[in-house]
Each structure stands twice: as C-alpha cells, then as structure tokens.
C-alpha cells in the first residue's frame, strides 16, 4: 500500500471497497496499530499533531475499534463478560453492576440479548451487536466493520445496519469493508476504492453508478477495446450439444442462493463475479466440497446424487481448488504423490499402485505440462507457484475427468504459465472435456469461456455469450444494469 489518503468524517457511514489485494486489509492494520506505518501521518479530532499508534492498544486509546469477520469474543462467557473482558477487576468485578451496565448499553442500542445469557447461545448477528456494543462503550469515535454481514441472512443484515444508523446519529464514524454492491449502497455515504495497493478515489454514494464502481474497481474503463476470444480450438463432434452435468436449485451451507446450471460436452463456462459473490462457493457445492441442502444433479441426463467430494470424483468430476496451499497440495509430499493422489483415492489405498506406475504416471504429467522440478521424488513444498499449480493439474487429469473444474487456476503465476494453462484449457476443451474456468480477471475469463454465469451478492443474476460476452457487459450485469 502506497500513498493513500483516507478521510472519515464524524457521523458517517464510508465503504472502502477494492478486490482482493487492493489494500482494504493492510490500511486497516495500520489504522489498528497491527501494522506500523513507513510513512504518512494519521490525524484524529481534536488532536493538535498526528496521532501515534504502533498497537491495538494504542488504537482504542484513541477511540478507533474493529469487528472482523470472524468473532474475536469468547462464546463460553456471558454477554456481559465479553463485552468488560479485560476492562473489569477480576475477583474484585462488582458482578451486578456490570450486568447492569451491559443491560443498559444493550437496552439503549436496541440490541436483543441480555448481559447475563452466554455468548453462544446468541446468533452470528446478535454477536456482532455485542462486539459492536462493546467497542461503543469504549467511547469508540471509529468503527471498523470489515465484512461484518458475510454469516447473515437477510434480516440479520437489516437489524445490522439499524445498528449502523444508530451508531451514525450518535456521531460515530464507521468504516463498511464488504464485497456486496447492493449493501454499500443501501448504508454508505461515501465510497473509497483501492486498487493494487493504491488510491483510486473517494466518491459520494450519489455520484458513483454501480457499473462505474465495478470497473474502478477492476481497472476497466468502460470503452475499453474488448478481447476477442480465438475460437480455433472448439469442439465440433456432433455431440456437441449433449449435457454432461446440471444442476437445479442447488444450495449449500455456504450461504448461495439457490442457483440453476448446467455445462455441455466440450464446453468451457465459467462463473463470473467481484470477489466474495459466490462463484467459488457455487463449484464447490457441485463438487460437494460444501454441504448440499437443496437441489438435484444429473451426469448425462442420470440423476446422482453428490454429498462429498468422493462421489463427484467417481462421477468423473474433478476440480482445482481456490487455494492451493490450503485446500491443494500436500507440502511435505513429493510431487510424485501429490499427482497420484486422487487417483489413488479412486482406487482405494488397500490397493496402492507398485513403485514403477507411480513413477510413469509423475514423469508423464511432470513431461506433458513442463512441471520444473529436481525430480519426481522433490518435496512439493518446494516448487514455485506455478508448478504446485501444475502438479495440482497434473493430479486431476491422470483421473481422466469428464468435467474439469478450475477455480483461479493461473492465481499467483507468472505471465508465461498463465498462457500455457489457457491454452491447455482449449486444447481439453477441444478434444470434449467440459470445463469450468473461474478467475478474477476478467480478460482470462472472455479469452477461454464462450458462457458465462454472472454472480452477485451470493446470487445468480445473469448468463452471457455470444455477442454479449463482452467486458462492458460483464461489468453491467455485475453492477445491475446502468443503476
């Protein structure tokens, strides 16, 4: 992050919105005292020079509190305790005074819940609230949400945002970190945009359309020229238009709303969206990474059923995961074993492959995509970026797949390896595997999907090809037309 202003006023909601490694987390740190500045300075009202904070500590001093995400609260204690921790006198605490006290903050913020029920029995919402009520206590004059309504439903969101507005009349500045367009809108006042760890601009709520948001935040102006996708590679056998996989009202615990799709042989799709729509979570629920609530599946017009990961795998569906390190490799395997793996998962591991077809199916693949590495036997760990992702690759196509699913696939690569797996992406596609393609930059996107399904907010709000596969267009049904 580099050379950002940022301007809070009193009493004012400001969204601070950016893609992933814009900057939102970094500027937070610093304003936290997570992070200690290199440059710049911080003021406050009030104050004759800058402020100094090199600690969390040093932040609430001054009246600066965050709610993150994940709740920083201790659910084995009551509502009360958590919203005193560290604040009282331990043995010495008068118990009944500060029950009292959080019941009147409670009260006064409209928050249901009472100091002396435990914090677990508590939604993710009224938890929140007590983070919330906590900071506000504190004599909190800044208030950071980041991504505070991701674990919400609907009504959750409004009682949420009630409280924001509450916390506005009382002249307490807030700043709103999401992905979700429909909410900045709703709450803010202000918006700022980061990108690549630099300022865009600060734009009143009024004066920024939602399609202007969305390509400020990607880097697209609007006229841009469009890429044109080169279709020499294209399957033409005369199944072309035979459905390998669909889905209808597919749901899963990851918050989706219930979405339709379907891929046809030799396609490549792909789900589009800023960050957090739920792109990711919807390949996931195919692939039964997440668990399913609702909706039916069908392989080549069969119903199957899919409730883990194992069962896609046995109906011929792989798929390349968002983060690798988590979620892909095996860091202290070799590579040789983190390309087997699926297929010896399919297998069984009563029944491992002898030393020499281990070793063919490694050379094979580490041949075939230019995998860089000492050897097979070389500790994955190891590798660059690129070739993990390639042995991650690797490890699904010795399965074989029918249908391919590729979630940020070139994330984190380098430019030429970037081309290779686009290219490969065609060249599967064209000998009839299905593939779905998902990736932050759109330019990739129009380059190796001739469909695409458009998210936003945990939704599907459109499906593009054709002569609508375009960038404009993209970033207008990511908006919600010209709004």
Known sequence: MQNVDFTLCEGEIHALMGENGA??????KVL??????????????????????????????????????????CPNLSVAENMYIARGKGAGQNW??????????LKSLDIPAKATQQLSSCSIAIQQMVAIARAVDMDCKVLILDEPTSSLDEQEVQKLFGLMRDLKKRGVGIIFVTHFLDQVYEVSDKITVLRDGKLVGEYEIETLPRVKLVAKMLGKELNDMEEIRDDSLVYKEK????????AKGLQSNAGIKPFDFYIKKGEVNGFTGLLGSGRSECVRAIFGADRVLHGEVKKNG??????KPIDAMKNGIAYLPEDRKIDGIIGDLSVRENIILALQVLKGFFRPFTKAQAYKFADEYIKLLEIKTASADTPIKSLS???????????WLLMNPEYLILDEPTRGIDIGTKIEIQKLVLKLASEGMSVTFISSETDEMLRTCSRLVVMRDRKVVGELSGEDLTQNKIMSTIAGGDR
Do not use: C, H, W
């Open 239 to 246: 199944d072309a238009d035979e459905i390998v996989f669909e």
């Open 385 to 395: 970026g690129g070739n993990q992702q390639k042995v991650i690759l690797a490890r």
């Open 32 to 73: 936290t005292g997570v992070y200690e500045k290199d440059e710049g300075e911080i003021f406050l009202k009030g104050m004759d020079k800058a402020a100094v904070i090199r600690s969390p500590q040093d932040a609430q001093k001054l009246g600066i509190s965050t709610v993150y995400q994940e709740i920083t609260l």
């Open 23 to 28: 900057g939102k987390s970094t500027l937070i």
């Open 96 to 105: 009944k005074k500060m029950n009292a006290d959080a019941d009147k903050i």
């Open 302 to 307: 069969k119903k199957i059923k899919i409730s």
